[in-house]
Nanobody
Framework: QVELVESGGGLVQAGGSLRLSCATS????????MGWFRQAPGKEREFVAA????????WYADSVKGRFTISRDNAKYTMYLQMNSLKPEDTGVYYC??????????????WGQGPQVTVSS
C-alpha cells in the first residue's frame, strides 16, 4: 500500500502563489509516476499536471500551463506543485495521485487526502 501525504494548501489572493507537497514512503517511490488532480465545487475531478518516474517528462492541463510547475525530489520521496499567478478558478481540492510504472494523466492507483486551495478575487 502506498500512502500519499499532502501539505501546503490554504487561502491566497488572486495573483499570489502557493506550493503543494506530496510525500510518500520511500520503498515504492521510484516506481511511481505522480501527478495532481483538482476538484472544484460542483464539478468533476480534473487533471492538473503529471510527472514521470524519473522526472524527465511533465504534462500540464491547458488551464495551468505557464503558471504551474510540477517537480519531484526523489531523494526526499516528495513531489511538488508550484502554483503562481493564481486565479479564482484555480480554487478547489487538490489531490496528489500516483500510478505504478505509469504516469497518472487519466487515472491513478493511489490518492492523497486533498488539501483545499482557495483563491480570492
Amino acid at each position: 500500500q502506498v500512502e500519499l501525504v499532502e501539505s501546503g494548501g490554504g487561502l491566497v489572493q488572486a495573483g499570489g502563489s502557493l506550493r503543494l507537497s506530496c510525500a510518500t514512503s520511500g520503498r515504492n517511490y521510484i516506481t511511481l509516476g505522480m501527478g495532481w488532480f483538482r476538484q472544484a465545487p460542483g464539478k468533476e475531478r480534473e487533471f492538473v499536471a503529471a510527472i514521470t518516474l524519473n522526472g524527465d517528462y511533465t504534462w500540464y492541463a491547458d488551464s495551468v500551463k505557464g503558471r504551474f510547475t510540477i517537480s519531484r525530489d526523489n531523494a526526499k520521496y516528495t513531489m511538488y506543485l508550484q502554483m503562481n499567478s493564481l486565479k479564482p478558478e484555480d480554487t478547489g481540492v487538490y489531490y496528489c495521485a500516483a500510478r505504478r510504472l505509469a504516469t497518472p494523466r487519466y487515472r491513478a492507483d493511489y490518492w492523497g487526502q486533498g488539501p483545499q486551495v482557495t483563491v480570492s478575487s
